[in-house]
Structure formats: C-alpha cells, structure tokens
C-alpha cells in the first residue's frame, strides 16, 4: 500500500472516530447511559492522535525553517 493511501486511510478512521462520538455525544445530551462513558473512551485516542500529528507537523515546520 502506498504511503499516500495509508494517510488517508488513517487520516479517515480518525476523523470517522470523532464524527460518530461526537454525534453520539449530542444524540445523549439529556440521557443518563453507559453509551456516554464509551464516548470519551473513544474520543480519548482519536484526539491524543491529532494532537500528536499537529504537533509532529508543527517541529517539522519549525525544523525547516532558516534564521533570516
């Protein structure tokens, strides 16, 4: 599999992660159930994963960049 495709592939499980438990977070608002414990059980890893990816953009970017 080609790097391009596995970026997207992962990039596409993280953001499908968020998406379902944040619809799930709204659709329990006002309801007192176990479903919500296993919202943030879900959001836990997906947000740990983007902030690593930002900040790993954000030292490249830094990296790269020349004392002017």
């Given at each position: ?21 944040f619809s799930i977070f709204y659709w329990l ?31 490249e970017m830094f990296a790269s960049s020349k004392?002017?």
């Amino acid at each position: 599999m080609r790097p391009r495709n596995l970026g997207v592939l992962v990039l596409g499980l993280t953001y499908s992660v968020l998406l379902t438990s944040f619809s799930i977070f709204y659709w329990l608002r006002n309801n007192e159930s176990l479903l919500h414990y296993w919202c943030v059980l879900s959001l836990c890893p997906a947000t740990l994963w983007l902030w690593a990816l930002i900040s790993w953009c954000d030292s490249e970017m830094f990296a790269s960049s020349k004392d002017e």
